[in-house]
């Protein structure tokens, strides 16, 4: 298997919220896999928008992101901001 990630991710288990609509939609998440440029998230909402700020409240983190891949049940998306991420 080729691996097209710039940065290794790490194994994680971490609940995420996925907000984008002008922050009135927010659908929760979990956080599979994780790494400085990008995550996996495990979703129950077949639509997401393109783009859409991924909040992880138990780091006090936000992520500005891009999808890069979907399925029906997880979609794997590429932090857009610094890849440190911004005090939520």
């Given at each position: 298997m080729v691996?097209?990630?710039?940065?290794?991710?790490?194994?994680?288990?971490?609940?995420?919220?996925?907000?984008?609509?002008?922050?009135?939609?927010?659908?929760?998440?979990?956080?599979?896999?994780?790494?400085?440029?990008?995550?996996?998230?495990?979703?129950?909402?077949?639509?997401?928008?393109?783009e859409f700020e991924l909040s992880i409240p138990i780091d006090c983190v936000k992520h500005h992101c891009r999808v890069a891949w979907r399925t029906p049940n997880r979609v794997g998306v590429a932090f857009e901001d610094t890849g440190a991420g911004r005090a939520a």
């Open positions: 691996e097209y990630r710039k940065h290794p991710r790490h194994r994680t288990l971490k609940g995420g919220k996925i907000i984008y609509n002008r922050r009135l939609t927010v659908i929760d998440c979990i956080i599979r896999n994780m790494s400085v440029g990008g995550a996996c998230l495990e979703v129950a909402s077949q639509y997401l928008p393109d």
